[in-house]
Structure formats: C-alpha cells, structure tokens
C-alpha cells in the first residue's frame, strides 16, 4: 500500500546520521551520546530512530516511560535505556528482567525499587536526578535544602538492589539568550557539581556518569558536557541557530485534493472568518487538526508548492483545510504541499503559532504514517 495516498510525514534518517555525527564532533573526547528518543522520537518514529543511533555507535537512549522502553526492547534494540520518568514501584521486576535504567527522584521511590529488587535477588541500575532549579523532579539540594538533599542522595544510592551508575540534572534556561539566563544555567550547573563533589566526599559514592547537558547546553555551554550529553532537539535538526550545520528531518507532506473557483465575496470555512476579496481559486488539502495541524494557526500561515508559498485560508478543519491557488496557476490536482520541512520552516510556524518546534513536531497524529524516505516537492 502507498502510505502518500493522503496525509504523510516524511523521515530523513540519513539527515539524523547527519545531525548525530555534528553533535558528536562537537564533544570531548570519551564523552557518550545519549539520544533522546521519547514522545516517538519527537514524532519521527522512535524504533526506526533508534535502530540508526545504536548502528551509528550511540552510547545510551532515552525515553519519558516504561511502555516506551518496552516497544524498544520487542523490537530488539539493546542500547542502554534511561526512563526520564516515573515508573511505579511495582514494575521493578520488569525494568531489571529488560535491563533498564531507571531515573530516581527521591529517597522515597528508591526505598521502594530497592526492596522489591532486593527480594527478588535481582539489580536495578539507577541514575540519580538533581533538582538544580527545573523545579519539577528530582531531589532538591538548593538553598537551605542542600545538606539534606546530599544526605538523602547517598542515602539512596547506598541501599541494596540499586547500582547508582549515573546522576543528572536538567536545565532549565541553556537555550535562552541574554545573562540572566547564563547567570541561571551557571548557577545550575555549579550547584549541580557540588553535590557530585559532596556525596562523594561524604558518603564515598562515585557515578560512573555524570550528564546535565540538554540541547541548549551542548550548542551553548561546551565545558558542561562531562560524562555524557543529552540532545533532544537537536538531533532532529533544530535549536542550533545555525552553529553545526544540522538538517531538519521530518516533512510534513499532503497533496491538493480538490480546487474549486469561488466568487468574490464568499466566507470559507467554519465561520466565516475569511472572505474571498477575489474570484478565487481555492484548494483543499487532507490535512487538519486530527493530523496535527494546529487550529490556532487558521489564517495565519502559509505551506510550500514547488512555485511558491500558498497562504492558508478559513478556519482548519478536523480532517482538511483551504489553501489559495490563485496566484500559483501551476499547482494543480495531486500537487504536493508541504507544510514544514526543508522548504517552510517549522520554526517559522510555531512562531506563528506561538509555540515551540517541540509541539508541532510531538503533535503529529498516530493516524499520519512515517516514510522513510527524502522529501521532494515536484
């Protein structure tokens, strides 16, 4: 079956192998990869991703939970996996049985996972997670809180059943611009050492690896890569400003469907909040919010033809939307519309859309199939 009968997105895996073997020139030597591979490697298919960084020579994966890791492992990736997220303690048979590593938050949780390992004769690899100033998961050691988070760190990483392989922490503001946003990531990542420095002096714990730098911080904060490095973003093609060259992976693909003439003065749409100024000649594209094409851009964008950029007309719809022709003779039935990739750019539309790269690329739907194949508009 041809998967570009209606809607598609189209994956570059060789502009993923580009994109790695970028990131990867720019680190220090001895420093591991780990490829974030969540939330289906940000919409471009985590299994098929995944299996090109493990022949690429990539270090570790990551992903949000358990189910991700478990679709990896049945389709026979052996890559280590970190899960980022939370898995409930009563899982802790299934992440060792499938050698998975599991992020600890707290002393709590680690109590949990260790006596369930430890009844089960088995070793739970963990990585500890360091709240530096995310403010969303990970044992808090800033301020007044830094005594008690050290204690509650050695604490948890001396229990039996866990092996502490590795600590992290995330930043908040790396790919921000201006000097508050340094002076935060500084301050971060200072914090972040001294932990590492006190639990090992205090409780003689040693990590293996250590890893706090997301996609901002490799493009922005070279000597913070350490151990290992963490790159989401940019492994898909975005978030450099253009320092390493990389490529976007993904085109969101569709055809004209339908086009019609409509006479002047006429709403389009849900309603009616365009009106044709023209005689107008107006094509109807299969895409829409269920693809996730987002409703909030209605009106406001415009997607790529092989002779020029088409503006978006009317409200999207769940399942289509209207594109004006008028001025683009040459674009006819069958005629390939992109929507981002390498000619309309996904950054430009989530500006558009007041929004990151991030959703717009998460938030294309199971129901629009992935193609492994370049991209072209003819």
């Not at 088995?122 to 709240?131: Q, S, Y």
């Not at 683009?328 to 005629?335: C, H």
Request: proline residues 4%; charged residues 25%; negative net charge.
């Amino acid at each position: 079956m041809d998967l570009r009968k209606r809607t598609w997105a189209e994956i570059s895996l060789e502009n993923i192998e580009h994109n790695y073997r970028a990131i990867r020139a720019r680190l220090p030597e001895g420093c591991k990869f780990l490829g974030v591979v969540k939330a289906d490697a940000y919409g471009h298919g985590a299994v098929a991703v995944s299996k090109r960084l493990e022949a690429l020579g990539a270090e570790y994966l990551a992903v949000s939970c358990l189910d991700e890791a478990v679709e990896l492992r049945e389709a026979g990736i052996g890559t280590p996996i970190l899960i980022l997220g939370h898995t409930p303690w009563e899982y802790t048979g299934e992440l060792i049985a499938r050698d998975l590593t599991q992020t600890v938050t707290c002393e709590a949780k680690a109590r949990e996972y260790s006596k369930v390992a430890a009844a089960l004769g088995g070793t739970l690899r963990v990585h500890i997670k360091v709240d530096t100033g995310m403010s969303r998961l990970g044992f808090l050691c800033a301020g007044g809180h830094f005594d008690l988070g050290v204690e509650n760190i050695i604490s948890a990483c001396t229990l039996p059943g866990l092996d502490p392989e590795g600590i992290y922490t995330h930043f908040a503001l790396s790919d921000e611009e201006g000097e508050d946003a340094r002076a935060f990531t500084l301050g971060q990542f200072e914090l972040f050492m001294r932990v590492i420095e006190c639990v090992s002096k205090k409780g003689g714990v040693n990590f293996k690896i250590r890893h706090c730098a997301n996609s901002g911080a490799v493009v922005n904060y070279e000597g913070m890569c350490l151990d290992m490095v963490r790159p989401g973003l940019l492994l898909y093609g975005y978030g450099d400003g253009g320092k390493l060259g990389l490529r976007p992976c993904m085109s969101l693909m569709t055809h004209v469907s339908t086009i019609k003439y409509i006479d002047e003065g006429l709403p389009v749409s849900y309603g009616g909040v365009f009106t044709t100024p023209r005689r107008t000649r107006m094509g109807v594209i299969p895409i829409g919010y269920a693809d996730g094409l987002m409703r909030s851009l209605s009106n406001r964008c415009s997607f790529a033809t092989a002779s020029g950029m088409a503006p978006q007309r009317g409200r999207i719809c769940m399942d289509m939307c209207m594109i004006d022709l008028t001025d683009l003779p040459d674009v006819n039935l069958e005629s390939l519309i992109e929507i981002f990739g390498e000619h309309a750019s996904v950054e430009e539309l989530a500006r558009t859309a007041g929004t990151i790269p991030y959703e717009l690329l998460c938030s294309v739907s199971k129901r629009v199939p992935r193609v492994y194949a370049p991209s072209k508009i003819k």
